[in-house]
C-alpha cells in the first residue's frame, strides 16, 4: 500500500509521493516550520476544483488546519473533476480548507 506525506506550513499545502517523499516533506517542515501529516492510500491525481458553489456560512469545516477568523461570511463548496468535494469557509481573506471528500 502506499502512502503520501502532506507538509503544511503557514497556508500552504504540499503533498509528496514516491520513494523520498516522507524525507522531502520533512525537510521542508524542518526548514520553514510547520507539520507533516502520513495519509494513505496514495491518491492517483491532485485535487483541483472545477465547480464553485457559494452559499451563506454554514458552520465550521473539518479541517487539519481551524481558522475561527474564516468563520461568518460565506462557505464554497468546491468539486473536483473526478466527483470528490470539500467545503472551504471564507471571510475576507482569511480561509478554512476542509478534507476532499468522495461520496460512497
Known sequence: MKVYWTAFYGRSEYTFQGRNAKRDAHRLVKRFGGRVVREGPA????????????????????????????????????????????LVNVNQQQKELGHWQTES
Open 43 to 86: 491518491i492517483k491525481h491532485l485535487h483541483k476544483p472545477k465547480t464553485f458553489v457559494s452559499r451563506c456560512f454554514s458552520g465550521p469545516v473539518d479541517s487539519y488546519r481551524p481558522n475561527p477568523r474564516a468563520h461568518g461570511w460565506t462557505t464554497v463548496e468546491q468539486t473536483c473533476r473526478c466527483g470528490s468535494t470539500r
